[in-house]
């Protein structure tokens, strides 16, 4: 986001004991906040999601802007990894029924080039698709049809015949590829170094030293990704499910090369995002192109084998981690040195070394970031990215350094808490990490624990810690109060199912003293004012405050023209209560929507924006929590089976139970199939063997045991005006070490590359 906003920028500064994000020399109170854990209400836009009523990108109809009936796409992508296209025959395709347009690198109209590397939102970087000859990768796109139905589209698509100067891929991860990244935005090294890692792990009593890897994985959410694209009077408008709409809105424009202002980005439901659509994909670019050159709407979705080769994904990285411990059990020095997988022309970085600079204390702290450019498609951000398969590795290779000296797991990790952020020594804004292991303790019953068996089981426990940086992102809200007390809130935040639309419901309800149902929540359009968008465990915190700030503004608006009125003269500031759509005071009330048309005759407008101030600087933000796991491991098949699972957190206020509560178990669940069945392969010509979901494995319900998830109670003092913290990456963070540790507990068998499947655990208990 650009710090040159429209919007009136509130740069709070916690001044305790006020809440922080009281604003300075106000006529009124800071809008009220309720509970620590508030009950929350279920989504306002659940009905329509379970009646069928919601409307998603591909869906999109005249009703919701689309000027006539569209056209369809399908496409065609490369079956190399590397080289060129020597030859492609369209003929056919051509003269296929229904056919409007075939696109491939012959006729594509001109795109800026890739990138740049450097650019500060790497998804505002252009795209160009079919700009060239070249295959990047396997799934590259390299022709694109758009005919009169997906039928005919599709089966267009197959007639085309693409001949290939193939050359050896580089596919394979290897440590030995890993390269320095680029230093970071503004210059920051991507490793860490705190005092002599070299003499503190040499002087420790004990010293583990072992190497983890953590597979490629994706995303696969229930909304393929797709696009609906039409112009209009020079405008381009583009339906998608784009996380980030204004970091799309750029993108697309670099890549056509046009003015900002004339893209639109739409994205009011996303089915599903998980980092996913954070960047924007060829899909919205081919549609763009095809409609301005048949002056029609035009929409496309990936097939769901597509989506596993022409999207993003986790990368597979390799892990070396390092612990030493003294002979008290605390820990001296730790060291996490990894490489991961990016593509070929591409700079993304995981950043999978967070929980070693942030968990723990310690003397000495190294960690090496390197990346590995293959010839595969782009790695990016996948739900908690770098953090969950980081955690993986890490709060493994923990778990063995308390083995190794002689403390119980969880005991360790709370002897070794810390109030400082241990690479960069700031304190922490909040920090709950030994209360929620000694709730989950005792709930889950860890002291009470014992090696047992099961008839043919094994059953065993584990602990692991859960972190999450915490991350204030600029953003910016518009609302109106309108004559008959309905409230409308505009941003362009996104709602990929995490429940943005009901908890900035429930922020605009409390601030102003409204009943749920006259608030209007309008997201996921660049026409509204820009935020920060959903991802990165930053979007409620962000637009929330801007949203929350905007409501003070109405306050105070609404205040003074009440003051107006006779029957509130001479009143204190502090008197006036917002309650049921009515200003009060003493015995006098009114409703906001009169007041509102007294202000201005088709309703009061106000707006907000918030922005990291010097607390950002001062303090080190983070999510924690304390995740428990059961197993059985059957010690003549060497199945697994997770009876159990608890998760604890401490994520500041909580906005809404129910979604809190769904993000977190979601994310638990995530954290379990990364442990025992999810991850993906290269074969030798550079594709992702699994490409569906018949092949590519993730939970069901029938997999699932007991799980439960207990949300602390906990109000950041300085992460917000509203005492938040994000909650939608944690759940994920140590959910998988701790069904990793379990099975070690109950086997005493380290598996250290994931997922633990049943060949790699078998073959160690029938040797056994």
């Given at each position: ?5 429209p ?12 809440r ?130 997906f039928?005919?589209?599709?089966d ?8 290939y ?70 405008k381009l ?203 989950g ?28 940086d ?30 943005s639309?009901?908890?900035l ?57 009440a003051?107006?009125?006779a ?20 015995g ?45 491991v ?6 697994t ?38 991850g993906n ?35 950041d ?8 913290k ?43």
């Open positions: 986001m650009t710090s040159k906003s919007w009136p920028t509130i740069r709070w500064r916690p001044s305790w004991p006020s922080p994000g009281a604003r300075q020399n106000d006529t009124l109170p800071d809008p009220p906040l309720g509970p620590p854990i508030g009950p929350g209400i279920v989504r306002v836009e659940g009905h329509a999601k379970v009646t069928g009523r919601a409307r998603y990108s591909y869906e999109a109809q005249s009703a919701d802007g689309v000027p006539a009936r569209a056209l369809y796409g399908a496409a065609v992508l490369s079956t190399i990894a590397r080289g060129r296209i020597a030859s492609i025959d369209t003929s056919a395709a051509e003269k296929a029924p229904g056919v409007r347009l075939v696109l491939t690198h012959r006729n594509a109209p001109p795109q800026a080039k890739w990138g740049p590397l450097n650019v500060k939102v790497r998804f505002a970087r252009s795209q160009p698709v079919l700009h060239d000859d070249q295959v990047r990768y396997f799934g590259e796109p390299v022709a694109f049809v758009v005919a009169d139905s039928e005919n589209a599709t267009a698509a197959y007639r085309i015949a693409v001949r100067a193939a050359e050896a891929p580089d596919i394979d991860l290897q440590a030995e590829k890993g390269v320095d990244p680029a230093p970071l935005h503004g210059g920051k090294s991507a490793d860490t170094r705190k005092g002599d890692f070299d003499a503190s792990f040499g002087e420790c009593v004990h010293r583990i030293d072992v190497r983890y890897d953590t597979p490629y994985q994706h995303h696969v959410s229930m909304e393929a990704q797709a696009s609906l694209a039409y112009w209009q009077g020079g408008v583009i339906h998608a499910p784009a996380q980030i709409p204004a970091a799309m809105q750029a993108g697309i424009a670099a890549t056509f090369q046009m003015p900002q202002q004339d893209v639109r980005i739409v994205a009011t439901l996303i089915g599903g995002g998980f980092g996913g659509k954070l960047p924007y994909f060829a899909d919205s670019v081919l549609c763009a192109i095809a409609s301005r050159l048949l002056s029609q709407p035009v929409k496309f979705a990936f097939t769901r084998q597509q989506t596993f080769l022409a999207t993003s994904h986790r990368p597979a990285v390799l892990h070396r981690v390092r612990v030493g411990v003294g002979a008290d059990g605390l820990i001296r020095a730790i060291g996490h040195d990894v490489v991961s997988q990016t593509a070929s022309f591409d700079n993304y970085l995981d950043g999978d070394t967070m929980g070693a600079e942030g968990l723990y204390r310690a003397d000495a702290i190294l960690t090496t970031q390197r990346l590995a450019r293959l010839d595969l498609p782009r790695s990016d951000s996948m739900r908690s990215p770098g953090d969950a398969s980081g955690s993986l590795a890490f709060e493994c290779a923990i778990d063995e350094a308390a083995y190794a000296s002689g403390v119980d797991p969880v005991e360790f990790r709370i002897r070794n808490d810390t109030p400082t952020s241990p690479a960069s020594g700031k304190p922490f804004s909040s920090r709950r990490l030994v209360a929620c292991f000694e709730t303790a005792e709930n889950f019953g860890w002291k009470a624990r014992s090696k047992r068996r099961d008839g043919e089981w094994l059953i065993g426990f584990g602990a692991a810690s859960a972190m999450r915490n991350m204030l992102r600029e953003s910016s809200a518009e609302i109106t109060l309108l004559p008959d007390g309905r409230l409308e809130a505009r941003l362009d935040m996104t709602d990929p199912g995490t429940g639309y009901t908890v419901t429930q922020i605009a309800a409390e601030a102003l003293g409204l009943p749920v149902e006259r608030v209007t929540v309008r997201i996921g359009d660049t026409d509204f004012p820009p935020t920060a968008g959903s991802g990165g465990s930053f979007g409620a915190e962000s637009a929330g405050s801007a949203l929350y700030e905007a409501c003070g503004r109405l306050r105070e608006r609404l205040a003074q023209q003051s107006a009125d029957r509130f003269q001479n009143m204190a500031a502090s008197d006036f209560r917002f309650e049921g759509g009515l200003l009060k005071a003493g006098a009330k009114i409703a906001l929507g009169e007041l509102a048309r007294r202000g201005a005759p088709d309703g009061m407008t106000a707006r907000g924006h918030i922005a990291p101030g010097v607390e950002a600087k001062d303090y080190a933000e983070a999510s924690f929590g304390a995740q428990f796991a059961e197993v059985a059957n010690a003549v098949t060497g199945e089976r997770v009876r159990r699972m608890l998760g604890v957190f401490a994520c500041g206020r909580i906005l809404n139970a129910r979604t809190a509560r769904s993000q977190a178990l979601g994310g638990m669940i995530w954290g379990l199939s990364s442990a025992l069945m999810e392969s290269v074969d030798a010509r550079g594709q992702f063997v699994a490409h569906d979901l018949a092949n590519y494995h993730v939970p069901i319900m029938a997999d699932i045991g007991t799980i439960d998830a207990v949300l602390m109670e906990e109000e003092p300085v992460a917000n005006p509203l005492a938040i994000g909650i939608g990456e944690v759940g994920i963070n140590g959910a998988g070490a701790a069904v990793a540790n379990a099975i070690f507990d109950a086997t005493g068998i380290r598996i250290r590359s994931f997922p633990i499947t049943l060949d790699k655990l078998g073959a160690h208990l029938w040797a056994a």
